[in-house]
Structure formats: structure tokens, C-alpha cells
């Protein structure tokens, strides 16, 4: 029991930096997104090798994993992470990143489809609600007029919640997996990133505060989140886990209003309120409460 509620503890953590990643993202300022992409991985790829290479021959044999694994967490973590800062850089940040964390009540959708869970009616309204708050979020409550400038930065967010809800069931078939292994995806994505930025961006200096930004975000809400969530989800109590996810739209939107990156609204507040409500659906109903 104590094992598990500290590896329910590491999956906490992992959310809680993840309630990091926007308003750290918008603090890379004028830096392009695939640039930000790859140096961002980057960090995360190299300290993962370096944790390997501490640990001798067993740190290197945990990088070891299927090529179907390998493929779809760099697949998932690249497509993810690109249309992420994408959105954060081409929309409203709290819009656009509450529109991305739709995810968890994606997984609910996904789960039935596409992992042969049966879905209880209380999940399915759970996830038409987000579906509201996200209509909320990028009308205002003043029907369709959406300002057409902030569109693909709109659709880039709700792409974000597609894949990460996508991967997320699929990855369930890979969980004898090492959570290590996550540091070669790493290396993709950061490959891919340079690859992309390479072709599309003109590359910019960091100064030194987006340097200081760029470690922080490797280290943390792209890094070591991912070796937390691993392991909270595979050794924690999975429906605490689940519910606690919800922390982070409320926990990131609080971060960029009190750090000054975005204006509060009314409408943030309803659509928190919707998103909360709509995870509390899914989770109870899941357990037949």
C-alpha cells in the first residue's frame, strides 16, 4: 500500500509540471516552435542518456523496446508537443491550452473505440460537456464568430488533445515497456524538431532567460513528467490518478493569468468549471458510482 500511494505521489508530480508547460512555453517568447520543440527534447534526450550511462549496462538495456513502441511514442510525443506551441503562439494561451487539456475526456471516446472498454452514459455526457466548454472558450458565449486569426491555432490545440488521448490508450499495449525507454522517443522528437525548424524557421539566439526557460521546460513538463507518469500510472491507484489529471487546466490557466501572460475572463471560469465537472462524470461513472 505504501508503494502505491508513492508511485500515486510520482503521478501527481508529473501532472503538477505538466501545469507548468504553457505558461513556460509562452515565456520562450519570439523563439519558433519547432526550434523550441527541438532544443526542449534535446535536454530531456541528453539527461536521459546520462542518467543511462550512470547506471552502466542496466541503464543502457532499459532503452531497449519493441520498434511499434519506439514508433508511436516519438510519433505521439512530436506531433503532440508541435502543435502545442504552436497553438500557445498563434492563439489566446488560455484558450488554446484549455482546449488542449480536452484530452482526458478524449481518452474516455478513445477507450471505447479503440481499446474495447465499455463506455458508461455518464462518461459519454462527461465528454460532451468539455466539448461545450470548448465551444465556450473559443466563442465567448457569443455564438460562432470566432476571430478568424486565431483559428489554426484553435484547430492546432484540439489536434494536441487527439493525439495525446490517441496515444495514451494505445500505449497501454506497450506496458512492459522500461519507463526509461522514453529517452530515445525523446531523441526523435528533438531530431524531428530540428529537421522541421531547419526547413519552415529562421533560427533566433536564445537569450539568456530563454535558455534558462528552454532547461526548465526539458527538465521538467517534457522530460521527467513523462518517466513520473510512467511509472504513477503502471504502480499508482489508476482512478485517483485519472482524476487528479483535471488539476492541470485549472492549474496552467492560474499559472498564466497570475504571471501575466494572459487576461482572466468570465467565460475561463465557466469552461473550468465544465471541464471539472465533465471529469468528475467520467471518473465516477467509470466506477459505477
Not at 124 to 131: N, P
Amino acid at each position: 500500500m505504501a508503494s502505491q500511494r508513492t508511485a500515486t505521489l510520482t503521478g501527481l508530480a508529473a501532472i503538477l509540471l505538466w501545469a507548468s508547460l504553457a505558461v513556460l512555453t509562452t515565456a520562450t517568447g519570439n523563439l519558433p516552435p519547432f526550434q523550441v520543440l527541438a532544443i526542449g527534447f534535446g535536454i530531456a534526450a541528453t539527461a536521459g542518456f546520462l542518467r543511462a550511462g550512470l547506471h552502466g549496462r542496466r541503464g543502457w538495456r532499459e532503452l531497449r523496446q519493441p520498434l511499434p513502441a519506439l514508433a508511436l511514442s516519438t510519433l505521439a510525443l512530436f506531433g503532440y508537443h508541435a502543435l502545442y506551441f504552436i497553438a500557445l503562439k498563434r492563439a489566446p494561451a488560455v484558450e488554446a491550452n484549455l482546449l488542449n487539456y480536452l484530452w482526458p475526456l478524449l481518452i474516455v471516446v478513445f477507450a471505447g473505440l479503440l481499446g474495447g472498454v465499455a463506455v458508461r452514459a455518464g462518461q459519454w455526457i462527461g465528454t460532451l460537456l468539455g466539448l461545450v466548454a470548448a465551444m465556450l472558450l473559443v466563442t465567448r458565449g457569443q455564438g460562432l464568430q470566432v476571430d478568424p486569426a486565431h483559428v489554426p491555432g484553435y484547430l492546432a490545440a484540439l489536434s494536441a488533445a487527439v493525439i495525446w488521448a490517441a496515444y495514451s490508450v494505445l500505449n497501454r499495449r506497450f506496458a512492459d515497456v522500461p519507463s526509461a525507454a522514453i529517452t530515445v522517443a525523446c531523441a526523435g522528437v528533438a531530431l524531428l524538431g530540428a529537421a522541421a525548424h531547419l526547413l519552415f524557421e529562421t533560427t533566433l539566439v536564445p537569450s539568456g532567460t530563454q535558455w534558462l526557460v528552454l532547461a526548465l521546460m526539458g527538465l521538467g513538463p517534457v522530460g521527467a513528467a513523462f518517466w513520473l507518469w510512467d511509472h504513477g500510472t503502471k504502480h499508482g491507484d489508476i482512478a485517483l490518478l485519472g482524476s487528479l489529471s483535471y488539476l492541470a487546466p485549472l492549474l496552467s490557466t492560474l499559472l498564466l493569468v497570475a504571471s501575466g501572460r494572459a487576461q482572466a475572463h468570465w467565460m475561463q471560469a465557466v469552461a473550468i468549471a465544465l471541464l471539472l465537472a465533465g471529469a468528475w462524470l467520467s471518473v465516477h461513472s467509470r466506477h459505477g458510482r
